[in-house]
C-alpha cells in the first residue's frame, strides 16, 4: 500500500531563514500532492496543491515541488516567521483514483525569533 | 470562503454514553468525512460519505456509525463511548470529483474526553 513518511522530528530554524520540509512516498505514482498547515488544536488547512507533470508552484513565500524520479516533495518556507510556526501535512491523491487523500503524519516547524 | 463547523470544541463524557458530533459545511460539497487524529497516528479516517444517505467506512469504522440526512450536515455517533475513543475529531469537506477539487476543508475540530 502507498506510504508516506514526513520527518517525525520538530525543524527549528531561525526567523528570517527558509525553511524546507520533506515529503518522500513509495508504492505509488500519485496524479497531485497537496500541503496543508495545522495549528495546535485546529484543523488542517489547505495551502497548495501541485501536480505530477508540475515541477514547481509558488504561493507568495510558499515554494513546493514535486519530484516524481525521486518520489519526494519539497516544501519551503522562504523569509520565515514565527507565525509560520505549526506542523504541515502532506497529502497525496487516494490511490486507484480515489478523492480521499492519504495524509502523512506532519513535521512541526519551530521558527525562533 | 467554505465554511466547515463543528458542533463542539471541547466534549466530556462517561464511559457507555451515546456521543453524537455533528459537522455542517455550508459550500453544497458532495463530499464528507470523519477523521480521529492522535499523537503520533497521524490523521485516520473513520467514516465518509459521498452523498446524502451514503455512506463508506473508513480505516477504523469499529465502535462508530454515522448519519447524513441531508446534504450539508454530518454526523458521527459513538453508540456507547469507550475510554479509548479520547480523541480530537476532525470533520472535513471536498467538492465531489473533479480533477481540481479534491482538497479537503476542515472544521475546526472537537476534543473528545471520555472518562
Known amino acids: 500500500s502507498q506510504k508516506i513518511e514526513q520527518n517525525s522530528e520538530a525543524l527549528n530554524i531561525q526567523e528570517g531563514k527558509t525553511a524546507t520540509l520533506t515529503c518522500n512516498y513509495t508504492?505509488?505514482?500519485?496524479?497531485?500532492l497537496q500541503w496543508y498547515r495545522q495549528d495546535p488544536g485546529r484543523g488542517p488547512v489547505f495551502l497548495l496543491l501541485?501536480?505530477?507533470?508540475?515541477k514547481e508552484k509558488r504561493k507568495e513565500r510558499l515554494k513546493v515541488t514535486f519530484d516524481t524520479t525521486l518520489k519526494q516533495s519539497l516544501f519551503h518556507i522562504t523569509a520565515s516567521q514565527p507565525a509560520d510556526s505549526a506542523t504541515y501535512l502532506c497529502?497525496?491523491?487516494?490511490?486507484?483514483?480515489?478523492?480521499?487523500?492519504?495524509f502523512g503524519r506532519g513535521t512541526s516547524l519551530i521558527v525562533h525569533p | 470562503d467554505v465554511k466547515v463547523t463543528q458542533s463542539s470544541r471541547y466534549l466530556v463524557k462517561r464511559t457507555g454514553e451515546k456521543v453524537f458530533l455533528e459537522c455542517v459545511q455550508d459550500m453544497d460539497h458532495e463530499n464528507m468525512f470523519w477523521y480521529r487524529q492522535d499523537p503520533g497516528l497521524g490523521l485516520r479516517l473513520i467514516y465518509f460519505s459521498y452523498d446524502v444517505k451514503m455512506k463508506e467506512k473508513g480505516d477504523i469504522p469499529e465502535g462508530y456509525s454515522v448519519s447524513r440526512e441531508k446534504k450539508e450536515r454530518f454526523s458521527l455517533i459513538l453508540e456507547s463511548a469507550s475510554t479509548n475513543q479520547t480523541s480530537m475529531y476532525l470533520c472535513?469537506?471536498?467538492?465531489?470529483?473533479?480533477?481540481?477539487?479534491?482538497?479537503?476543508?476542515f472544521g475546526p475540530g472537537t476534543r473528545l474526553l471520555v472518562l
Open positions: 472535513a469537506s471536498s467538492l465531489r470529483g473533479g480533477w481540481k477539487e479534491e482538497t479537503q476543508y
Open positions: 508504492n505509488y505514482s500519485p496524479a497531485y
Open positions: 497529502a497525496l491523491d487516494g490511490a486507484g483514483g480515489s478523492y480521499i487523500p492519504t
Open positions: 501541485i501536480r505530477e507533470n508540475e
